[in-house]
């Protein structure tokens, strides 16, 4: 099973490779679309670490993504034109591992002051939280302020997106699964039994919280040299509810569940451009009849009451 | 060790205006079996709030193998020795019978995060010392049918007795068990007086037992402290604390049932 996971690991980063190479004879808006969906896949299976399984119901993921992608694109910027061409990919990698790491100490800087805050609480906090990471981009010269960040070299493609996508399911899911794991939903089941089982709910939080928010930070770099643009209205608490949507509906601590939310909520749009502005309240609609009718998540299956991974 | 296994020393604590626990001096020793009772409302639950951490004494200390828990976590107490059941059972819902105990056997195993992402030798070793533990336990507890079954769809019964394996999931020194013959009927009942009794031997550890089943408690405590409005009114033997004018006075309409 062990072994299983890693297979499952290189399988998918070597496909992602092959795709890559076989870029040339796909079409380029579907070739983008994909990338867009391999972002969002990252975004919701570390969402998904937070809410779902460890139930700390955050809605700043947002503001880690803008962390990452802020620090990745303006990495790159400033030191693009230092190395020559063949650095490139270094620079990348070094750059989203940046970005990703910022994002960690964002969500540390989050998590730890939130604590002790609980569903609704910590759900205003994290939400008020993004939106003061977007007002500072908004507002720092530096990162172009209002305007953004422009002239982002073009470095993202499949390879690069859906290998990070396999790295962070691979990631939560064998932090689940793993006698280690059962702790973050011992502590979103029953705080109060898992700190008498031994478990340091507190420890697990902000764990939950930096692992998170680092590929949160992740997909944010990849975005950003995806977009080669970045504006700090990309990063509003939409984003994050977008991304919330996703795992609710995938049924909050299912991977498999989230990931088919994650493809088809960013596929449906697309397909729906026309219906671009009531997006809104069609996630508002569906979420409503989701909780009534099947709280369980739609994209759920087997035993409801079981928590797989 | 020398002394006492747990020492409260003048223990009370107040929420707002209500004492809930006052002034209660009482300790138990390395492998006793005491039992805690009192009427409803008394403070049992709250005292093993106070020993697990859940709370802070307001006023007094509480020691743990001499030394004080002041200021540790319900998770700190839990690594150095008490473990307990919730009267109000507090299974994790979510979660397998099997994954219950799995989360408490944990505490004691030396594999974490690290092992978990990199899924080596180490892990595979870890995981499956954890199972044999785990098994280990819930067959004791003639409980290994149940393994992947939801911890919440158990009988009520086995969800009681699934509550104690998984404390001594922990390996503690000390067991705090709150009403664990809530709900049961008498053939359960006698039972778990039996599989009380078992543990205490099997484990080598000190048992706390609230309970309000006379029965249970008069049958296999060594000794029993009585609480009333959070003030200990007695102390002592079985027969001795059934026949304090206190106790009988404290229990009024339950005077009958301790007689028996
Ligand atoms: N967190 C709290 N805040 C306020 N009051 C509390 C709190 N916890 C307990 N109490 C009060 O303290 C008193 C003792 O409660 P406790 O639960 O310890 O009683 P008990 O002896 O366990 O009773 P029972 O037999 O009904 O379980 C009660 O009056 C209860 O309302
Ligand atoms: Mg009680």
Redesign the pocket.
Known sequence: MDNAAKRFLFAAVALAVIVSLCSSYFNRYYLGVAIDVGINVILAVSLNLINGHTGQFSLGHAGFMAVGGYTTAKFALLLQGQLPPWAQPLIFVAGLLLGGSMAAVAGLAVGVPTLRLKGDYLAIVTLGFGEIIRVIFQTTEAFGAATGLTGIPHWTNFAWTWSCAALTVFVVACLVNSTYGRGFIAVHDDEVAAGAMGINPVRYKITAFVIGAFFAGVAGGLYAHHKQFLSPGGFDFLKSIDIVVMVILGGMGRTVGVIIAAVLLTILPEALRGFAGYRMILYSLLIIILMLTRPQGLFTFGRAAQRKV | MIGPLLQLQCVTIR??G?T??SEVDFQIGGRELVGLI????????????LVTGV?QPTSGAILFAGQPTANLKSNQLARLGIARTF?NIRLFASMSVFDNVRVAVQLHSPHGIRDALWRGRGFREGERAVETQVMELLEIFNLGRFRAANAKSLPYGDQRRLEIVRALATRPKLLLL??PAAGMNTTEKVALTQLIRFIKDKFQIAVLL?E?DMQVVMGICERIAV?DY?IKIAEGSPAKVRADPRVIEAYLGDELKIQN
């Open positions: 929420f707002g209500l809930a626990v009192g009427p409803n409302g008394a403070g049992k639950t709250t005292v093993f709030n709370y009267q709150d009403e609230v309000h609480l959070g």
